[in-house]
């Protein structure tokens, strides 16, 4: 079992930045790969960025693309998402989840956390 925390979130204005971070408890936590997704209010969960335990690829939505960062420390079994130039488009309950391999579906991830709310005001 793997419990994941988001924390980070919060209230900013649009071209603001925040930095969002994920701590996993698990000590195998290098081997996972590692997405964010958010859900915003009356709509599905969608992919935002992932990263591999292998290599640290990465992938990100074409919504986030040059605007967002995804990273992990795996010494401290967290992974981070940088976000820069945020909209209020990207509004919404960010989730991080762990998979065993790099994916955009939320149906690959096998552990999620609680989720921590984004809101961009313009």
Not at 51 to 71: C, E, L
Not at 95 to 118: E, F, H, I
């Amino acid at each position: 079992q793997v419990q994941l925390v988001e924390s980070g979130g919060g209230l900013v204005q649009a071209g603001g930045s925040l930095r969002l971070s994920c701590a996993a408890s698990t000590r195998t936590f290098s081997t996972y790969t590692m997405g964010w997704f958010r859900q915003a209010p009356g709509k599905e969960r969608d992919f935002v960025a992932a990263i591999t335990g292998n290599y640290a690829v990465t992938r990100y939505a074409d919504s986030v693309k040059g605007r967002f960062a995804i990273s992990r420390d795996d010494s401290k079994k967290t992974v981070y998402l940088q976000m820069h130039s945020l909209k209020p488009e990207d509004t919404a309950d960010y989730y991080c989840a762990a998979a065993p391999v790099l994916s955009t579906v939320p149906g690959r991830y096998d552990y999620w956390g609680q989720g921590t709310q984004v809101t961009v005001s313009s």
